[in-house]
C-alpha cells in the first residue's frame, strides 16, 4: 500500500500563492473556522514534505516572528512539529527544524520512494515547483486548495501553477470556512 501525498496551497482567487504590498498573513481573511479546520488537518498523523525554497521560507518567517504573531498560528506551530523531508541538492544539514530529514536528490525519486515506506500519509504545504513536478509524474493524490477571497493582480508572487502541465481535476471535497473561503480536494490526472 502506497502513502497518499496531498499537495496543500493557498491560493488568491487570481491563483497567486502569497502576495507583496500591504497583504498580511491570509491576505487578511483567515478566521476561526479556517484556523480550526487547519488545526484538525495537521493533528493528524502525517510527514511533511517540502523543497529547499519553502524549507528556507517557512524557517526564515518563524525566526523573524514573534509567539503574538499569525505566523505562529496554533496550525503552524503543529506543522512545524511533525516529521519531515526536505528534499533539496543545495541545503546542508543539519537543518532548524524539529523531526526534519534532508534527502538530495531527484524529488520525484525521493518522493515515489516515500510513498511505498511511509506508514502515515504524506503532506506538502506549498513546495510549488516540486509539487508541479510530482504531479508530473503522478504522484500527488491530492491538491487542497484554499481559496482566498482575494485578486492580486498588481502584488501577487509565486504563480502556483506557472508553467505546469495540463490536469483534469476530479472534486472530492469542499467546504467554506468563515462565510467566505472556499477549500477544494481535487484527484488530479494528467490531461
Keep these: 500500500m502506497t502513502a497518499t501525498y496531498t499537495f496543500d496551497v493557498f491560493s488568491s482567487l487570481d491563483g497567486y500563492g502569497a502576495a507583496g504590498g500591504d497583504w498580511t498573513g491570509y491576505w487578511g481573511k483567515q478566521g476561526p473556522e479556517l484556523l480550526d479546520h487547519r488545526l484538525a488537518l495537521y493533528g493528524e498523523e502525517q510527514r511533511m514534505v517540502f523543497g529547499a525554497n519553502t524549507y528556507r521560507a517557512f524557517t526564515q518567517m518563524l525566526a523573524s516572528s514573534t509567539e503574538k504573531s499569525d505566523v505562529r498560528d496554533p496550525w503552524v506551530t503543529r506543522m512545524r512539529n511533525l516529521p519531515a523531508t526536505v528534499v533539496s541538492r543545495t541545503l546542508e544539514g543539519p537543518l532548524d527544524w524539529p523531526d526534519a530529514t534532508l534527502v538530495s536528490g531527484d524529488a520525484v525519486e525521493v518522493v515515489a520512494r516515500l510513498k511505498e515506506e511511509s506508514e502515515v500519509p504524506l503532506r506538502s504545504h506549498g513546495s510549488l515547483s516540486l509539487n508541479r513536478a510530482l504531479m ?56
Excluded: M
Aim: hydrophobic share 45%.
Design 136 to 191: 508530473v509524474a503522478g504522484l500527488v493524490d491530492r491538491v487542497q486548495v484554499t481559496l482566498f477571497p482575494v485578486i492580486t493582480g498588481r502584488t501577487g508572487l509565486d504563480r502556483i501553477f506557472q508553467d505546469a502541465a495540463d490536469f483534469d481535476l476530479e472534486l472530492v471535497e469542499s467546504r467554506t470556512l468563515d462565510g467566505h473561503i472556499q477549500e477544494l480536494v481535487y484527484r488530479p490526472t494528467l490531461h
